[in-house]
């Protein structure tokens, strides 16, 4: 990625970058599956309208197409609060104990992503 890159650019580089990297990762043989993860409540209010929809709409598409599976934080029935984010972007010990026993839920509640995965957890072939 070249330094003089314009916003638009970047946001297209790493979308590239993104894509390819799900495709290489389905085509290798492995049961993909991508996870939204929590964002704070202020940092979305900085966001431009739309453009953290447009981020959620662009992997979902993107795993559809490859063939991989792409999970929602909603689909997870979990809300971070902003005490369970250490900033704006990332969880706390607290927040990632509670988005982790969200996710094992979902993945019991979802047999079909488990059958998948062989003993160590890879896909099974």
Request: overall charge negative; glycine content about 6%.
């Amino acid at each position: 990625m070249e330094p003089s890159m314009s916003a638009s650019e970047r946001r297209q580089y790493n979308r590239d970058c993104a894509r390819r990297a799900i495709e290489l990762a389905v085509q290798s043989g492995s049961e993909v599956i991508v996870v939204e993860l929590p964002v704070s409540q202020r940092a979305q209010a900085r966001y431009a309208k739309g453009s953290y929809e447009n981020f959620i709409d662009f992997y979902d598409e993107a795993c559809r197409n490859a063939g991989a599976r792409f999970i929602r934080a909603e689909d997870l029935g979990v809300k971070m609060q902003d005490n369970e984010m250490f900033d704006e972007n990332h969880m706390n010990w607290t927040g990632a104990e509670k988005f982790t026993r969200a996710f094992m839920t979902y993945l019991t509640q979802h047999s079909d992503l488990i059958a998948s995965l062989g003993a160590d957890g890879h896909a099974a072939r």
